[in-house]
């Protein structure tokens, strides 16, 4: 192996090799690292459904058309960043993906003076976003599961898949917090907790990186609560909210999991964009928390700071502020990040953003002097995008998702059931899958292709439980169509029970029910379901409803006059079987609720994490806030108790720390698992606090009569608030405990008391709180 410059020589540190390149380069090189390229973008092209609309990857057109002319050898004439989206852009094999990249990172080195290559990345929100790839349940899903350790090992999985393709960058976790069910994007989303969100987005970076594939966390920050849950809608929300719940989520992926990689927000938060945002993108990301990785831009988010935020003149003084800002790399294609840069920024912020992108690409390997574009792809050929294992563990992860809200009067159902299969979700694979699912992405534009993975649909997998099973659509999802509830009608008429399977269908900016750029106006199940549901009740045969969908809806309507209540949040290519599985029996349900399920339509604000104004029913107002069913619900076909409660000490000082342990028992006839949930609340603070938050939480598997403990170490950390002079704050007095199933059921309640000063935490605050689970 010969090494011919400072920075290929491996055995150096890699600090060292960077600054040695940074020596050689050129300032015009430096600035062509801080740029990107979508070759082959044809997601502008005319949709199957109407040959009148186009189905785009973003909105506000005329802001990139012109970068899709530009050739990649013009692209990268003074070097480039990043590749964008090589395979997800339309069908390839992995082999003909490998190829392209193969010859996209030679048309790269060939411009590079020094022979640097590009960064490769891809989305990767419910698996690997590419033709053929196993497509896992969405992220509303992950949260269901109550598993970190779960969503670490499918992200390794997904990590593995991109890697073996010549893939460095996933562009997931989503670690926005959900803040109105009615934002579209709440199916990208882990649930409505900062904790929650927290510890299974930190589990997906652990196993993303693993796999040696950086994890890029978005949307920083603040993305989720636009204003009438508009997608890009101004963010009406102080700091303290901000870094009460909306931030933490990313910290502890950057301290506990390890990411790489952060990609800004499109909103304005109080009037000032993330994309050029200080505060936030250095003195919060890197001078309070110690982030050293890069910042990339969401796609296109450079460009609007001019075009949609109006915060800069043109594209050109767009890109410095978003430079000076904080962030390191414009995607998906170079606009702002241009030449023009050399003149309105110093050099030395050019050279911060260069350094920090180009410690990745040589501690990733990429500078080696053995690395070629076909070795990163040298096993292309025996990569298996949906192998056995994959789809195993898709399996367990819808399995572990699908939710029982209620199994009323019929479930599970017997296996002699005759069975009514209706609905819309019913025998249309698309609706288990989320936006960013290869399938719902990209193949609409695709015609004749199909799917690229064997995906089940909801009737063939009931009948693969159940001896007899008839099929009536009824309805589209989103069509005010009622021509098909006379057959729906019949179908219930001739059966035992009818499994009503509504929801969504995933879509890009207003191309589907749920998913980016499809926001709701209100929480009705979509087009004529509710109506479908009410015409099948009215026959009076029992009615289960199973509600496929990126986001819960209002079904205080219905509820208590079904034989039934399932929710399934998007849950991936084996969710029909997960489903089927459900209701047979087969599959014990454990899942959780990561979001409420509301019981009006209206009546926001809808999730849990309120102050008691917003939490709870006081008289003021005549609306109800009070949901149908709560955060961390959900049902099994056993029984559960917690109690003996205990609690380590009476009180603890501000800076120490107690232990809270309940006993869990299943009290019925089957093995099931059961999630304890932990909730402090602090009643009296400097400002208004939450009536309860989740702290910790454990996922507990038990035999038949089976009974554990669970003990979870909390820190006095974990009480930590912004106060009013926004520093984060331990202060003394009580603090209430709450332990069980739910958020509405907590059976076990205690109290301790902090004594001392009102203490300050900084970087090193704990963030997690231990949980260990033993006999009992």
């Known amino acids: 192996m010969t090494v011919e410059h400072r920075w290929q020589d491996p055995a150096l540190p890699v600090a060292d090799r960077v600054e040695a390149l940074l020596a050689a380069m050129t300032i015009e090189e430096k600035v062509g690292?801080?740029?990107?390229?979508?070759?082959?973008?044809?997601?502008?092209?005319?949709?199957?459904?109407?040959?009148?609309?186009?189905?785009?990857?973003?909105?506000?057109?005329?802001?990139?058309?012109?970068?899709?002319?530009?050739?990649?050898?013009?692209?990268?004439?003074?070097?480039?960043?990043?590749?964008t989206r090589v395979y997800g852009s339309k069908p390839l094999t992995p082999a003909e993906g490998a190829a392209e990249l193969v010859r996209q990172q030679q048309i790269v080195l060939a411009n590079s003076r020094l022979?640097?290559?590009?960064?490769?990345?891809?989305?990767?929100?419910?698996?690997?976003?590419?033709?053929?790839?196993?497509?896992?349940?969405?992220?509303?899903?992950?949260?269901?599961?109550?598993?970190?350790?779960?969503?670490?090992?499918?992200?390794?999985?997904?990590?593995?898949?991109?890697?073996?393709?010549?893939?460095?960058?996933?562009?997931?976790?989503?670690?926005?917090?959900?803040?109105?069910?009615?934002?579209?994007?709440?199916?990208?989303?882990?649930?409505?907790?900062?904790?929650?969100?927290?510890?299974?987005?930190?589990?997906?970076?652990?196993?993303?990186?693993?796999?040696?594939?950086?994890?890029?966390?978005?949307?920083?920050?603040?993305?989720?609560?636009?204003?009438?849950?508009?997608?890009?809608?101004?963010?009406?929300?102080?700091?303290?909210?901000?870094?009460?719940?909306?931030?933490?989520?990313?910290?502890?992926?950057?301290?506990?999991?390890?990411?790489?990689?952060?990609?800004?927000?499109?909103s304005d938060v109080d009037g000032v964009p993330a994309g050029a945002d200080p505060w936030l993108l250095t003195t919060v990301l890197r001078e309070k928390w110690g982030f050293t990785g890069t910042v990339v831009s969401d796609y296109w988010a450079v460009p609007f700071l001019a075009s949609t935020h109006h915060i800069a003149a043109d594209e050109a003084e767009a890109g410095a502020l978003a430079l000076t800002a904080g962030i390191d790399v414009?995607?998906?294609?170079?606009?702002?990040?241009?030449?023009?840069?050399?003149?309105?920024?110093?050099?030395?912020?050019?050279?911060?953003?260069?350094?920090?992108l180009l410690t990745q690409k040589i501690a990733l390997g990429l500078l080696d002097p053995d690395w070629t574009p076909a070795s990163s792809v040298a096993t292309a050929g025996d990569v298996q995008l949906d192998s056995s294992s994959n789809r195993a563990l898709a399996r367990e992860?819808?399995?572990?998702?699908?939710?029982?809200?209620?199994?009323?009067?019929?479930?599970?159902?017997?296996?002699?059931?005759?069975?009514?299969?209706?609905?819309?979700?019913?025998?249309?694979?698309?609706?288990?899958?989320?936006?960013?699912?290869?399938?719902?992405?990209?193949?609409?534009?695709?015609?004749?292709?199909?799917?690229?993975?064997?995906?089940?649909?909801?009737?063939?997998?009931l009948r693969s439980e159940f001896a007899e099973v008839s099929y009536a659509r009824g309805c589209d999802v989103n069509s005010e169509d009622r021509s098909g509830f006379d057959e729906a009608v019949a179908a219930a008429g001739s059966a035992d029970v009818v499994v009503a399977m509504v929801g969504d269908l995933a879509g890009l900016f207003g191309h589907g029910?749920?998913?980016?750029?499809?926001?709701?106006?209100?929480?009705?199940?979509?087009?004529?379901?509710?109506?479908?549901?009410?015409?099948?009740?009215?026959?009076g045969t029992p009615v289960v409803v199973v509600v496929v969908s990126g986001r819960p809806y209002a079904l205080g309507g219905i509820a208590g006059r079904t034989a039934g209540l399932v929710q399934a949040f998007m849950p991936g290519e084996e969710g029909a079987s997960a489903v089927a599985g459900v209701l047979s029996g087969r599959v014990q349900p454990g899942a959780k609720l990561p979001v409420q399920?509301?019981?009006?339509?209206?009546?926001?604000?809808?999730?849990?994490?309120?102050?008691?104004?917003?939490?709870?029913?006081?008289?003021?107002?005549?609306?109800?806030?009070?949901?149908?069913?709560?955060?961390?619900?959900g049902r099994s076909y056993t029984t559960f108790e917690v109690d003996d409660l205990r609690i380590s000490a009476e009180s603890v000082a501000t800076d120490g720390e107690f232990t809270v342990t309940a006993?869990?028992?299943?009290?019925?006839?089957?093995?099931?698992?059961?999630?304890?949930?932990?909730?402090?609340?602090?009643?009296?603070?400097?400002?208004?606090?939450?009536?309860?938050?989740?702290?910790?939480?454990?996922?507990?598997?038990?035999?038949?009569?089976?009974?554990?403990?669970?003990?979870?170490?909390?820190?006095?950390?974990?009480?930590?608030?912004?106060?009013?002079?926004?520093?984060?704050?331990?202060?003394?007095?009580?603090?209430?405990?709450?332990?069980?199933?739910?958020?509405?059921?907590?059976?076990c309640r205690g109290r301790v008391t902090l004594t001392g000063p009102v203490r300050e935490v900084g970087r090193d605050r704990r963030l997690v709180t231990p949980v260990e689970v033993r006999k009992a």
């Open 513 to 539: 029910t749920s998913g980016e750029g499809c926001d709701a106006e209100d929480l009705r199940l979509p087009g004529v379901q509710g109506d479908l549901i009410e015409a099948l009740l009215a026959t």
């Open 33 to 83: 690292q801080l740029g990107s390229r979508w070759l082959g973008n044809d997601m502008q092209d005319e949709q199957e459904t109407d040959p009148e609309e186009t189905l785009n990857v973003a909105p506000m057109q005329d802001v990139f058309a012109a970068s899709g002319t530009i050739s990649l050898e013009e692209a990268s004439r003074q070097g480039l960043g990043h590749l």
């Open 663 to 747: 006993r869990v028992r299943n009290t019925g006839e089957r093995a099931g698992d059961e999630v304890v949930q932990l909730y402090l609340h602090d009643p009296i603070g400097q400002v208004t606090r939450p009536v309860k938050q989740l702290t910790g939480f454990a996922r507990v598997p038990l035999e038949a009569g089976e009974a554990k403990d669970v003990e979870f170490t909390v820190h006095t950390d974990r009480t930590a608030y912004t106060s009013r002079d926004l520093t984060t704050i331990v202060e003394p007095g009580d603090i209430e405990v709450m332990v069980g199933t739910s958020a509405a059921n907590l059976p």
């Open 330 to 356: 414009e995607l998906p294609d170079t606009l702002g990040f241009s030449a023009d840069l050399i003149s309105r920024v110093p050099e030395s912020v050019i050279d911060q953003a260069a350094r920090r």
């Open 115 to 266: 022979g640097i290559p590009a960064l490769v990345h891809e989305e990767c929100l419910t698996g690997f976003t590419a033709f053929g790839a196993t497509v896992y349940p969405a992220a509303i899903a992950w949260g269901a599961t109550f598993d970190p350790s779960l969503v670490e090992r499918m992200a390794a999985a997904i990590g593995r898949d991109m890697a073996a393709l010549g893939v460095h960058q996933g562009l997931s976790p989503v670690l926005d917090v959900v803040r109105d069910y009615r934002w579209g994007r709440v199916e990208e989303t882990i649930g409505e907790d900062p904790y929650l969100v927290a510890l299974l987005g930190a589990g997906y970076v652990r196993g993303l990186e693993s796999a040696g594939v950086i994890a890029t966390l978005k949307h920083f920050a603040g993305y989720s609560a636009s204003r009438g849950a508009r997608n890009h809608g101004p963010v009406s929300m102080g700091r303290r909210e901000l870094l009460d719940v909306i931030l933490p989520t990313f910290e502890t992926a950057i301290r506990e999991g390890g990411a790489r990689s952060v990609m800004n927000s499109y």
């Open 397 to 461: 992860m819808a399995e572990k998702s699908v939710i029982l809200l209620d199994p009323g009067t019929a479930l599970p159902l017997p296996a002699s059931s005759r069975i009514a299969v209706v609905g819309p979700a019913a025998d249309d694979a698309r609706t288990f899958m989320g936006c960013y699912a290869f399938p719902n992405h990209v193949l609409p534009r695709y015609p004749g292709i199909g799917l690229g993975v064997d995906v089940p649909t909801a009737v063939e997998a």
């Open 597 to 633: 399920i509301p019981r009006h339509p209206g009546g926001q604000p809808g999730t849990y994490l309120q102050p008691a104004l917003g939490a709870e029913n006081t008289g003021v107002s005549n609306l109800d806030p009070t949901p149908l069913f709560p955060f961390g619900h």
